[in-house]
């Protein structure tokens, strides 16, 4: 199987920064894209940010210039650095990867992390 796990979530003041890691884990022959989404209350999990696998990124306009998605493929991780955090950025982010697990199979699949939350207060 494969594992995401997240970790940096807290609660911060409007203005401040926070780092956002994850870490796939199991059996990986390679990990593809990977991407933050985040989910807040009584609304839809929307996309943060993405970034393929030869490190080719995008974002979501309401982030855009103040988060940025970087990887490191020996390790398997992915990381988002939130500057300018603004209360509306509050929600559950959750870390995605796209995951081929063995060499002889070039299948791929999706995989989620469980989520941490972020709190931006006024």
């Known amino acids: 199987q494969v594992q995401l796990v997240e970790s940096g979530g807290g609660l911060v003041q409007a203005g401040g920064s926070l780092t956002l890691s994850c870490a796939a884990s199991?059996?990986?022959?390679?990990?593809?894209?990977m991407g933050w989404y985040r989910q807040a209350p009584g609304k839809q999990r929307e996309l943060v940010a993405h970034i393929t696998g030869d490190d080719n990124t995008n974002y979501a306009d309401s982030v855009k210039g103040r988060f940025t998605i970087s990887r490191d493929n020996a390790k398997n991780a992915v990381y988002l650095q939130m500057n300018s955090l603004k209360p509306e950025d509050t929600a559950v982010y959750y870390c995605n990867a796209n995951v081929r697990r063995f060499w002889y199979d070039g299948a791929a699949n999706n995989y989620w992390g469980q989520g941490t939350q972020v709190t931006v207060s006024s």
């Open positions: 199991g059996t990986i022959f390679s990990v593809n894209a």
